[in-house]
């Protein structure tokens, strides 16, 4: 199934079997339902997927976001006031963004982001995101762990893609590097290539075989490799 359909099938076997709440998520800024995730005193927001917290203020249906540098009750979005100018400030960005004319400018256009990507070896997945709703990509930020909504450059669509490969401890490069680094621990930052063939040998090789008995063609090198991710 793809990812909406598999999402839309978890939502209603949750509403089945756990409690739901409305209230304002505090990672993606929506007012929308949040399902209970059994024994942990976590809510998962539907429309983000954001783990949550009731709000710590008594009386408030909203919901604070659950972050590993966030300890104990917090009180959600609106409570800490943050929800009007956040929000006001989302809702411009993402009516702005919404036209096919507008990715396709960002996609052309250059600035410090694109130029870092491009020497990285990261410029197609990097122009891939920036090509993708704003929406989604705020959403992507939330399944890696923050929200770009809190973001100071958030309306700024190379600055978030940039971000969702590459920001410290979050990013999709910086997560498989550290996987990476057990093989090689003095290693660059890895580029594209080397992102995907980790996936792949972490998924779909089993301890038991070689790269080469699973798969019919063999690794780049890394000149190679980043050649070819910078074309």
């Not at 929800?83 to 411009?92: I, N, P, S």
């Not at 705020?138 to 978030?160: I, P, R």
């Not at 893609?161 to 979050?170: E, G, V």
Request: with cysteine; aromatic share 10%; net charge positive.
């Amino acid at each position: 199934p793809t990812s909406c359909s598999a999402l839309h099938h978890l939502i209603c076997v949750n509403h089945m079997v756990r409690r739901t709440s409305t209230g304002n998520c505090s990672w993606c800024f929506e007012t929308c339902k949040h399902i209970e995730e059994r024994d942990l005193d976590i809510w998962m927001c539907i429309a983000c997927l954001g783990p949550s917290k009731k709000c710590s203020v008594v009386g408030c249906p909203g919901f604070a976001r659950v972050e590993v540098t966030r300890q104990g009750s917090m009180p959600c979005a609106s409570c800490a006031g943050e929800w009007g100018a956040l929000t006001e400030k989302r809702r411009v960005y993402f009516q702005q963004s919404s036209n096919a004319s507008g990715s396709q400018f960002e996609m052309n256009r250059e600035s410090p982001q694109r130029r870092e990507m491009e020497s990285a070896g990261l410029i197609r997945p990097f122009l891939l995101l920036v090509s993708m709703p704003a929406p989604t990509r705020a959403v992507l930020t939330v399944q890696l762990g923050w929200s770009s909504v809190l973001d100071d450059a958030f309306g700024d669509s190379h600055t978030e893609a940039a971000a969702i490969l590459c920001k410290k401890r979050y990013g999709l490069v910086h997560r498989c590097r550290s996987g990476l680094s057990k093989w090689n621990p003095l290693g660059k930052l890895p580029n594209w290539y080397d992102v995907l063939f980790f996936l792949a040998k972490t998924m779909f090789v089993p301890s038991y075989m070689t790269w080469e008995e699973e798969f019919q063609f063999e690794r780049m090198d890394s000149t190679m490799s980043i050649s070819d991710c910078s074309k």
